[in-house]
């Protein structure tokens, strides 16, 4: 058994407070460039530095996202940008173009290297491959079974990562084609159209609709992966990270699906012939976002099953049918199969006219206006557009499971503790030790001379007052122990000096271990310039001239007149004999 790593996503801080706060061991997250999720909010240079402090100081890593293919009038300012990552001490680079990779191979050969799942490494050799070319993790392709997966990590060369949840490509690995095709936007630059989300119609040679009933309008949507009950299985697989897609989500998505899945592999680790799922995370899952869900390839070929064919966005989950229109339309009563709430964002799938999306603003249950109900229960509620009795009614925003995600990282209780030793006596400097729970340690003794208070005497809680304001840092006091005499006059601005040269020691101790050797531009822009091939001299040609004509007279005069490439218009010329 391997208990993978949880690689969340962020697409902004928020995401990003809320991937540590339930749970991420990993966070995964995108520049303004070079990122194949170029529609995401995004991490400035400024941000990417806090972002990596933030998560460091928590021991958790960050991965930034390269994962484009780069023209070769790129590579230069591709370069310049990893070497910006590279100082930041991000913990590794996701990877696409082997060129770019085996540039920053050679040039900062430190820099950790994993494999994106847009290579579509699918097998053993690949990945031999790519741990010859220095990588340290490939992200498998998407379509690969629990049994492929494991005959790769027969005798490990490199990590395996695989996705656990979230949206699937219809195209091999997410190396989508059809955005550039049909939408002039390319998915290997970053900018998918989601063509796969789209409307189609399935017809034959003559053109005629041959889809069966089954289907609905959304032909290469596929469902979103949800690997929860398969955990087992895929930590005997040996997988060393469990990815989650959603950069483009919003953070109550990352805190919901985290929180889920680390709850689900700790129960996996202290006994995984027991495990199981329950029903409340299936639901939450479900809720905060699905298109119905599926394994994946994970079991074999799911076929159709891996299709969600009539609808490319959240369903959401089923809390009823519309039992009678009240109030001329602005009413409706419905049986509850779920609970329900003031707050909550409903859609019900209207017989015709698609469907109809709107917030409960009102419950009545038993004659009495109330802010919730229970599954079971029959209740009126507000309604939108045109609905008949007989349709159904989805919750597609729950907003007790909102605040709950929101809570996470508005309030984030993930904090380094720190111990002080606070010592104090007349007609001396003062000191302050301080210590975090992996052993860091700072000292600090003031210029300033204690001597004795002629009015306010400073005190334990006076000192514990200064000492503790830690708001805005990644630190929570502790323990706070005293050797201090009574009577002394401590100003709060020494105290505060004194706790600030702490907390920079400790944060610059706990940081240094993520740090890559040092290397200066020049050095780098040397090696890149050694990799480049050599120019050639160009020699003068002689510039031809080409002359496109329609008929045997034309091309027989312009050879006449000295043209020296004749293009032939196949259609106008296939009728005339010379």
């Known amino acids: 058994m391997q208990i993978?790593?949880?690689?969340?996503?962020?697409?902004?801080?928020?995401?990003?407070?809320?991937?540590?706060?339930?749970?991420?061991?990993?966070?995964?997250?995108?520049?303004?460039?070079?990122?194949?999720?170029?529609?995401?909010?995004?991490?400035?240079?400024?941000?990417?530095?806090?972002?990596?402090?933030?998560?460091?100081?928590?021991?958790?890593?960050?991965?930034?996202?390269?994962?484009?293919?780069v023209d070769n009038s790129e590579l230069k300012d591709a370069l310049s940008y990893i070497k910006t990552l590279y100082d930041l001490g991000v913990d590794g680079l996701?990877?696409?173009?082997?060129?770019?990779?085996?540039?920053?191979?050679?040039?900062?050969?430190?820099?950790?290297?994993?494999?994106?799942?847009?290579?579509?490494?699918?097998?053993?050799?690949?990945?031999?491959?790519?741990?010859?070319?220095?990588?340290?993790?490939?992200?498998?392709?998407?379509?690969?079974?629990?049994?492929?997966?494991?005959?790769?990590?027969?005798?490990?060369?490199?990590e395996l990562e695989i996705f656990g949840h979230g949206a699937l490509c219809v195209c091999y690995s997410g190396q989508c084609l059809m955005s550039s095709l049909i939408g002039g936007r390319s998915g290997n630059r970053g900018r998918c159209a989601q063509p796969c989300r789209m409307n189609y119609t399935l017809v034959d040679e003559r053109g005629v609709n041959v889809a069966d009933a089954v289907m609905g309008e959304h032909l290469l949507s596929p469902r979103d992966l949800n690997t929860l009950e398969l955990l087992p299985e895929i930590c005997r697989a040996g997988i060393s990270s469990l990815k989650f897609e959603g950069r483009m989500k919003r953070p109550e998505y990352v805190a919901t699906v985290i929180r889920v899945y680390r709850n689900a592999l700790e129960r996996v680790r202290k006994n995984p012939e027991k495990f199981s799922v329950t029903p409340e995370e299936l639901k939450e899952l479900a809720q905060i976002f699905n298109r119905d869900f599926t394994t994946g390839y994970l079991l074999g070929n799911p076929g159709r099953d891996l299709m969600s064919f009539k609808r490319p966005n959240n369903r959401g989950i089923r809390v009823g049918r519309i039992l009678e229109?009240?109030?001329?339309?602005?009413?409706?009563?419905?049986?509850?199969?779920?609970?329900?709430?003031?707050?909550?964002?409903l859609e019900v799938w209207l017989t015709k006219g698609g469907r109809q999306g709107f917030?409960?603003?009102?419950?009545?249950?038993?004659?009495?206006?109330?802010?919730?109900?229970?599954?079971?229960?029959?209740?009126?509620?507000?309604?939108?557009?045109?609905?008949?009795?007989?349709?159904?009614?989805?919750?597609?925003?729950?907003?007790?499971l909102m605040e709950k995600a929101q809570n996470?990282?508005?309030?984030?209780?993930?904090?380094?503790?720190?111990?002080?030793?606070f010592t104090a006596k007349e007609g001396q400097p003062f000191q302050l030790e301080?210590?975090?729970?992996?052993g860091n340690k700072a000292f600090f003794r003031s210029d300033y001379i204690v001597e004795k208070a002629k009015k306010h005497p400073g005190d334990e809680d006076y000192v514990r007052q200064q000492l503790g304001r830690l708001g805005g840092t990644s630190f929570y006091l502790d323990t706070l122990t005293f050797d201090m005499e009574d009577g002394l006059m401590l100003p709060a601005s020494e105290l505060n000096a004194?706790?600030?040269?702490?907390?920079?020691?400790?944060?610059?101790?706990?940081?240094?271990?993520?740090?890559?050797?040092?290397?200066?531009?020049?050095?780098?822009e040397q090696k890149y310039r050694s990799l480049l091939p050599a120019k050639k001299k160009r020699?003068?040609?002689?510039?031809?001239?080409?002359?496109?004509?329609?008929?045997?007279?034309?091309?027989?005069?312009?050879?006449?007149?000295g043209a020296d490439v004749i293009y032939l218009d196949g259609e106008i010329f296939q009728s005339q004999r010379g």
């Open 4 to 69: 993978p790593e949880i690689l969340a996503p962020a697409g902004d801080f928020q995401s990003l407070i809320a991937a540590v706060e339930n749970g991420a061991d990993a966070v995964y997250l995108g520049g303004k460039a070079f990122s194949a999720r170029a529609f995401a909010a995004n991490f400035s240079e400024e941000e990417l530095e806090k972002a990596v402090e933030y998560a460091h100081l928590r021991n958790v890593k960050i991965y930034v996202t390269v994962n484009i293919l």
């Open 94 to 158: 996701i990877l696409q173009d082997l060129g770019l990779s085996y540039m920053i191979s050679q040039v900062l050969p430190e820099f950790v290297m994993h494999g994106s799942t847009q290579m579509t490494v699918h097998n053993r050799e690949g990945a031999e491959f790519l741990a010859q070319l220095g990588f340290k993790r490939v992200v498998l392709a998407r379509e690969l079974s629990l049994e492929d997966i494991s005959q790769i990590n027969r005798d490990p060369v490199i």
């Open 325 to 345: 229109i009240k109030d001329r339309g602005k009413m409706a009563i419905i049986k509850l199969d779920e609970e329900l709430r003031i707050g909550d964002g």
């Open 359 to 400: 917030f409960v603003e009102k419950i009545i249950c038993g004659g009495k206006s109330v802010t919730e109900a229970q599954a079971g229960e029959i209740v009126t509620i507000n309604i939108l557009g045109k609905p008949r009795a007989g349709d159904r009614v989805f919750k597609t925003h729950d907003v007790k």
């Open 408 to 421: 996470s990282y508005v309030n984030p209780q993930k904090f380094v503790p720190i111990n002080f030793r």
């Open 434 to 438: 301080g210590e975090d729970q992996e």
């Open 498 to 524: 004194a706790r600030r040269h702490i907390l920079t020691e400790i944060t610059n101790k706990r940081l240094i271990k993520y740090a890559y050797p040092e290397v200066s531009w020049v050095e780098v």
């Open 539 to 561: 020699q003068a040609q002689k510039i031809k001239l080409a002359v496109r004509v329609g008929s045997y007279a034309g091309a027989k005069a312009a050879l006449d007149a």
